[in-house]
């Protein structure tokens, strides 16, 4: 079996341990938060007649064991139950609404890649001139505050003063898109749509900017620490020494071992958007996993919150996974160092 | 460099000109809380009345402008004791196409029964027979003479398509109705995600007249936030704000030209005593309290702007404008020497107490008001301690009379108008440790009152049993009686709402302001 195999062998199996822990203390949370789930489904005029027949028909009534066991038994045949919020499957819910986030989420991640990685070259290639202190700032500005301080920052400056961009929503009322992917900008490409494309694209900037902005400062400033680092290490120096012009010294050596912490970084933080993008989801009106994950928690719709927290538990792992093969891709020492472990 | 500037701008001008193209159609945008129910049978709070008076219709409608009720779906009714007889108008159809009958009535209840969910516990000991194809008589197991405004809380619904949409294990069509309409209302779903919005269209065939100017299209959009909406009217984006805004940016709305829309009437802000722990199981201590209340200040704090308010003084129990209220004239005011006076009568002294004064932690609004309480009941030297608690924690507390704080504060409304609705789930003495009566009143002569209004023959000798409840309470003091609530919209000027800016077009009734096709846009 080659190395890579191996790594995603192990990894699935740590996984699925993962994820049978994460299902029992999800569960075991859940009922700790306080509130009637009844009650709170059946709304401040249900009789108390009402609120017992729900619980027994949600098994609240029974011990925790039985209630977890019911939850296994119907997680089994792919049944995560039915939203008291929205009085739907769970499965519908997140059918629906978890495109919206992973649209989002990836758009931000792109933009955490493709901006914070140069932008940390940039500010090693020139450490200690402006560039690396101007990048500094700004990424230490973006670091700084939380991304729904950017998204109501964002809010103001382009839709309210200065009315550039849409601020709710995810397409504008006049296109109605056929659902296919739920991902509205793959779904308007294939209607054939490209003006109602170009609006779904015109609807993400704002909330993807303002959930990157600290990624992107984060991966900036992590790449330029690694890479200054790396710059310090005698191999490079060689390689200067050799008469290497510097692009190829950034490129071809330095650029490398420096991107291995960075990506973990990136790969946690993509990971870690799922459920940090609920405020932005919030301020812009998007309809997505994280904003509906907040509000089940809030109405102690325990088997929305188990089916949502374990679809963020398993992209988790699936990041993770991901950003492990990249990393022993890049890093032949983590490669082979498996061979025995396996 | 250049190169670089110039893909900037260029994406910019594509960004500025990527606007919506003209919309072909009056659409009306506004907002309510997440998350929007459209099955009839679990409606209950205001964007499920919303849904549920515009996708729907019921037998009758509350009198706008005043008291009482009209015909709507029926074309009259007659009441024989425990029998209530409705006949009804043959022209009306459901959006299917079908015809609506007696058997739709009857099944209407029936589902809503069976489901045991939102308000149907208004229908308890209710059963229903169609007559005739357009005849209807429901029997009440004992007398209830509120049963007639109950009815619009009772949509009726198109048994031939929720039986066409059935199954086995779904013999209500429950999934079906979540996601459809299946009624006979004026505005038809076209599209519904429980937590973005709900997309209705103008229904064609609707059987009354509909203006020219009401709204073609009608999008409610859920769970906004503050600043959100106030951008969106901003961009022209929006319409109608929901009432749920902070007073301040309903005021900074108001500013920037909005206008307001009100809803009043139907409901008010209540401070709860519990009655069952000392020191206010004496009636004089809680006298004490009612009399050093502030409501004065109270007012002020949730004044939006000149003229516009979301309360108005109260006057007792019941909201003024309501059957059975107490007139202007007995306006709550604060009364520091009949407080003192009463605090002599308490048999506690005042330096012993220390009052659990409890907010609900989703109500910021409360914070003040409990702040604004702390200091009146200190100038009797009173100490107090204030306690934040979160909605669900308080439904749970309120079950047992040692958990219920000494003072709740509570938002309610009557669900049908009728003063019933409002307090015998409050004060009578079978419903006690519900998130209503945390006062846990146990008072015969209370409870004697609420059954006269439950089952008074005529509207005189119920006005008189909800007369005399009120002077009682007011006796009695098991609750402070804060303000009357007025629920306060901003709204943009492209949009007319009558039953909601002019009291002669009012309902009565929460929600049903918001009847779309009595609207009138601008651009309609």
Not at chain 2, 37 to 66: C, H, W
Not at chain 2, 214 to 223: I, M, Q, T, W
Not at chain 2, 348 to 376: G, H, K, T
Request: charged content about 15%; some cysteine.
């Amino acid at each position: 079996m080659s190395p890579v195999l191996r790594i995603l062998a192990r990894r699935l199996g740590i996984s699925v341990i993962v994820l049978i822990g994460v299902s029992m203390l999800i569960f075991a949370i859940a009922r700790i938060i306080p509130g009637d789930p009844a009650r709170i489904a059946l709304g401040p005029s249900a009789t108390p007649e009402m609120v017992q027949a729900l619980r027994a028909e949600m098994h609240l009534d029974e011990p925790l064991v039985a209630q977890y066991g019911h939850f296994v038994a119907d997680l089994a045949r792919g049944d995560l139950g039915q939203s008291l919020y929205t009085n739907r499957p769970v499965t519908t819910d997140i059918l629906e609404f978890l495109p919206a986030t992973l649209e989002l989420v990836l758009v931000a991640g792109v933009l955490m890649v493709v901006l914070g990685l140069p932008l940390g070259i940039l500010a090693a290639r020139h450490r200690g001139r402006w560039p690396d202190h101007v990048i500094r700032v700004l990424t230490l500005l973006t670091v700084s505050a939380p991304s729904f301080v950017w998204a109501v920052i964002l809010m103001l400056l382009f839709a309210f003063y200065l009315p550039i961009f849409p601020v709710a929503g995810r397409i504008s009322d006049v296109y109605a898109i056929e659902r296919v992917t739920g991902f509205l900008t793959i779904d308007t490409l294939l209607a054939g749509n490209f003006a109602a494309f170009a609006d779904a694209v015109h609807h993400m900037i704002l909330p993807a900017v303002a959930l990157s902005l600290s990624g992107i400062g984060q991966a900036a400033r992590l790449t330029r620490a690694n890479m200054i680092e790396t710059y310090d290490k005698p191999y490079i120096e060689m390689a200067q020494a050799y008469g290497f012009l510097p692009v190829r010294v950034a490129r071809s050596y330095a650029l490398k071992p420096s991107l291995i912490p960075s990506l973990t970084i990136i790969g946690l933080d993509f990971a870690a958007m799922l459920g940090n993008a609920f405020l932005v989801e919030a301020v812009f009106a998007w309809p997505g996993l994280s904003r509906y994950g907040v509000n089940v928690i809030l109405r102690k719709d325990l088997n929305a919150i188990m089916g949502t927290v374990l679809v963020i538990a398993i992209t988790f792992l699936i990041v993770n996974i991901i950003v492990d093969l990249l990393i022993a891709f890049l890093n032949p020492r983590i490669r082979h160092s498996t061979r025995g472990a396996s | 460099m250049i190169k670089t500037k110039g893909v900037f701008a260029a994406a910019l001008v594509a960004a500025t000109a990527l606007t919506a193209p003209a919309l072909a159609q009056s659409v009306l945008r506004l907002d309510e809380v997440a998350v929007g129910e459209l099955d009839p049978a679990k409606a209950s709070d205001y964007a499920d009345s919303i849904l549920m008076f515009n996708v729907y219709d019921t037998l009758l409608l509350p009198r706008q402008g005043g008291p009482g009720h009209v015909p709507h779906l029926a074309s009259g009714w007659d009441v024989d004791g425990v029998n209530f007889t409705f006949t009804l108008r043959e022209d009306v159809t459901f959006q299917s196409g079908n015809p609506m009958t007696a058997a739709d009535v009857v099944y209407s209840l029936e589902r809503m029964q069976a489901l045991g969910q939102g308000l149907s516990y208004l229908f308890g000991g209710v059963s229903a027979e169609a007559l005739d194809e357009m005849t209807v008589r429901f029997t009440l197991e004992e007398p209830y003479a509120p049963f007639v405004s109950s009815l619009v809380r009772l949509p009726i619904v198109d048994m031939a398509l929720i039986e066409a949409n059935a199954t086995e294990d779904d013999p209500w069509a429950e999934a079906f109705l979540s996601a459809n309409g299946a009624g006979t209302g004026a505005y038809t779903v076209t599209a519904h995600n429980p937590q973005s919005e709900t997309v209705m269209a103008l229904n064609e065939s609707y059987f009354l007249p509909i203006g020219e100017a009401a709204p073609d299209e009608v999008r409610l959009r859920y769970g906004l936030e503050a600043a959100t909406v106030r951008t969106l009217i901003a961009q022209g984006e929006h319409d109608i704000a929901s009432q749920w805004l902070p007073p301040e940016v309903i005021g900074a709305l108001a500013e920037d030209g909005a206008q307001l829309l009100t809803e009043s009437g139907t409901g008010a802000f209540y401070v709860k005593l519990n009655t069952a722990r000392a020191p206010l199981d004496d009636v004089n201590c809680r006298r004490a309290l009612a009399h050093a209340f502030d409501y004065g200040t109270a007012l002020q704090m949730i004044e939006i702007a000149d003229g516009v308010s979301q309360g108005s003084p109260a006057t007792g129990a019941i909201p003024v404008g309501m059957f059975g209220a107490n007139g202007p004239e007995m306006v709550m005011t604060r009364d520091m020497d009949a407080a003192r006076a009463a605090m002599e009568a308490c048999p506690y002294p005042a330096a012993d107490w220390n009052l659990e004064i409890s907010w609900i932690a989703e109500v910021p609004i409360e914070e003040r008001f409990a702040l604004l309480m702390q200091a009146n009941f200190a100038e009797l030297g009173i100490s107090s301690t204030i306690e934040t608690l979160p909605w669900a924690l308080f439904t749970e507390r309120v079950t047992t009379p040692e958990g219920t704080p000494h003072i709740s504060q509570i938002f309610f409304n009557a669900v049908t108008g009728d003063p019933d609705t409002l307090l015998y789930g409050m004060y009578h003495s079978s419903v006690p440790g519900t998130w209503q009566s945390p006062e846990y009143l146990n008072d015969p002569m209370v409870d004697a009152a609420l059954e006269a209004g439950r089952t008074g023959a005529t509207e005189a000798e119920r006005s008189e049993a909800y007369a005399a409840l009120n002077a009682l309470l007011l006796e009695i003091a098991p609750t402070i009686y804060g303000y009357d609530r007025q629920s306060v919209f901003a709204a943009s000027d492209r949009v007319s709402v009558p039953a909601l800016s002019d009291p002669a077009m009012a309902f009565g009734l929460d929600g049903m302001g918001f009847t779309f096709r009595l609207m009138e846009m601008a651009d309609g």
